[in-house]
């Protein structure tokens, strides 16, 4: 392959999982007119990439750098536009309850991440729609939890004291994900 992202003629890409974007340090190439835009959709030149398989697997090369999000190959790095999170979390499967459930999500690129303190859920305030969970699915790369999967969460969480306050929050894998003060939640008290 030619031009931008040469390199990937280089990398294999079974079912094995992301490539070691992590090892690799190639020199910047500079932007590329790839986006992530909020939804989990994926443009190319400004048109939708229509086909899941290309998707995947620009998402097994991407990795996040200080300065911007970048597709990595071992002899480029070139830097794309994402509006949110590069992935959704579109599933979740639940193992146990309360404290000791354990939590996986499913990304909008199939890739599973169990929920835990190596892959924390964090909360933050949503411009309209209250709070938004992600979920680190690798390295510096979050998954936006689609609103209806929000609704589970809070279905699955319990109070748990921290620092002398209660809070809301659910557990995975041993781990606690506080979501908000309990006295921001009224309805709870």
């Known amino acids: 392959m030619e ?24 020199p910047y190439c500079g932007e590329i007119d790839i986006r992530i835009a909020r939804d989990g959709t994926w443009f190319y030149n400004g048109s ?5 398989a290309l998707v995947k697997l620009f998402s ?23 509006e949110d999170a590069p992935f959704l979390g579109v599933e979740f499967s639940r193992d146990g309850e309360g404290e000791g459930q354990v ?4 990304t909008n690129v199939d890739d599973w991440v169990e929920i835990s303190e190596d892959n924390p859920l964090r909360f933050e305030p ?8 992600y979920v680190r699915v690798r390295g510096d790369l979050w998954a936006l939890v689609k609103r209806a999967l929000f609704y589970d969460l809070a279905a ?6 921290i620092g002398g306050e209660d809070f809301f929050g659910v557990w995975s894998a041993g781990a606690f994900f506080p979501m908000a003060p309990m006295r921001d939640l009224p309805d709870f008290a």
Not at 7 to 21: D, M, T, Y
Not at 60 to 82: A, H, N
């Open 3 to 26: 031009g931008p992202l040469r390199g990937l003629n280089q990398v294999r890409f079974a079912e094995r999982g992301p490539a070691p974007v992590h090892l690799w340090n190639p």
């Open 48 to 52: 939708p990439i229509g086909r899941p």
């Open 103 to 106: 939590l996986k999500l499913r």
């Open 156 to 161: 699955w969480g319990l109070k748990r004291e």
């Open 126 to 133: 949503g411009e309209r729609e209250g709070l938004k969970p």
């Open 60 to 82: 097994s090369i991407l990795r996040k750098d200080p300065e911007r999000y970048v597709l990595v190959t071992p002899v480029e790095r070139v830097g794309i536009t994402v």
